[in-house]
């Protein structure tokens, strides 16, 4: 059996694609409803973060036999804890990641971290647009929540985001609470509506709609602080579904050493 990260959407596809290969496997996710879809299609499945004791405990109980990481770009906690316990249970571990989009353009800044992008921001005036999810508005919030500022947070529509904007003081108005994908044509009339005078947003992939997000700002002259995807260093790094499928093969069928 497979242990399973699945923190995007195309990472939900692998795994239906790898099912679909004959291939047995148990997901964690971090949402009930990305643990719906992957239920909706057979797929058995563990809503929550794990520790590195957790993952290595489930991963003994269900004899697993291969660790795939597919978690978020920038979850690099969870990929140094799923490469910490393949390695303790002396399993293979394969990562897979959605490839780059490639933008050039003087109104890119490009940051390594999320505090260093507030940071940058905190001198703006006028209206930024947050598209980089809840995990980190408490950080954003410290620096953006400015009067020179007007900050618009861009967010899944779900309770707990709506309870954390009202703790940290982000009024109802400055909230766009809609779930993606977005097509190009969304996020400029997105921009225009609320006349956006910065995008704050990350290296996610075209998966993760990055490249509408850009093309819309960068067409408007919007300028953008671009957060980089975490620097680690992953073991049988893939891009492809064809990649991982290849690879998962080789170690199951002793082509490939661990």
Same mark, same amino acid.
């Given at each position: 059996?497979?242990?399973?990260?699945? =923190?995007?959407?195309?990472?939900?596809?692998?795994?239906?694609?790898?099912?679909?290969?004959?291939?047995?496997?148990?997901?964690?996710?971090?949402?009930?409803?990305?643990?719906?879809?992957?239920?909706?299609?057979?797929?058995?499945?563990? &809503?929550?973060?794990?520790?590195?004791?957790?993952?290595?405990?489930?991963?003994?109980?269900?004899?697993?036999?291969? &660790?795939?990481?597919?978690?978020?770009?920038?979850?690099?906690?969870?990929?140094?804890?799923?490469?910490?316990?393949?390695?303790?249970?002396?399993?293979?571990?394969?990562?897979?990641?959605?490839?780059?989009?490639?933008?050039?353009?003087?109104?890119?800044?490009? &940051?390594?971290?999320?505090?260093?992008?507030? *940071?940058?921001?905190?001198?703006?005036? =006028?209206?930024?647009?947050?598209?980089?999810?809840?995990?980190?508005?408490?950080? $954003?919030? *410290?620096?953006?929540?400015?009067?020179?500022?007007?900050?618009?947070?861009?967010?899944?529509?779900? &309770?707990?985001?709506?309870?954390?904007?009202?703790?940290? %003081?982000?009024?109802?108005?400055?909230?766009?609470?809609?779930?993606?994908?977005?097509?190009?044509?969304?996020?400029?009339?997105?921009?225009?509506?609320?006349?956006?005078?910065?995008?704050?947003?990350?290296?996610? =992939?075209?998966? %993760?709609?990055?490249?509408?997000?850009?093309?819309?700002?960068?067409?408007?002259?919007?300028?953008?602080?671009?957060?980089?995807?975490?620097?680690?260093?992953?073991?049988?790094?893939?891009?492809? $579904?064809?990649?991982?499928?290849?690879?998962?093969? %080789? $170690?199951?069928? %002793?082509?490939?050493?661990?």
């Amino acid at each position: 059996m497979i242990f399973f990260l699945a =923190g995007t959407s195309d990472a939900r596809a692998l795994a239906i694609h790898l099912q679909n290969h004959g291939y047995s496997l148990l997901a964690t996710v971090v949402t009930e409803s990305a643990a719906e879809s992957l239920r909706a299609n057979d797929i058995s499945c563990q &809503v929550g973060r794990l520790s590195l004791d957790e993952m290595i405990a489930l991963i003994n109980r269900h004899k697993m036999t291969i &660790v795939i990481d597919a978690s978020h770009p920038y979850a690099d906690e969870a990929s140094k804890t799923a490469m910490a316990a393949a390695k303790a249970c002396a399993i293979p571990y394969i990562r897979y990641e959605r490839p780059k989009e490639r933008f050039s353009s003087p109104l890119i800044t490009e &940051v390594d971290s999320y505090e260093e992008a507030a *940071k940058l921001a905190h001198t703006h005036q =006028g209206t930024i647009m947050l598209t980089t999810g809840s995990k980190t508005l408490e950080l $954003f919030a *410290k620096y953006l929540l400015r009067d020179e500022i007007r900050l618009l947070c861009r967010i899944l529509p779900n &309770v707990e985001n709506m309870e954390k904007c009202n703790q940290l %003081g982000i009024k109802q108005k400055n909230i766009i609470a809609i779930q993606g994908p977005f097509s190009e044509s969304l996020n400029k009339s997105l921009c225009k509506q609320y006349e956006v005078t910065l995008m704050i947003t990350k290296e996610s =992939g075209k998966a %993760g709609a990055v490249d509408e997000k850009m093309t819309a700002a960068l067409q408007l002259g919007i300028p953008v602080i671009l957060i980089k995807r975490p620097a680690l260093i992953y073991q049988n790094f893939c891009t492809s $579904f064809e990649e991982v499928t290849h690879l998962l093969g %080789g $170690f199951i069928y %002793g082509k490939h050493e661990l």
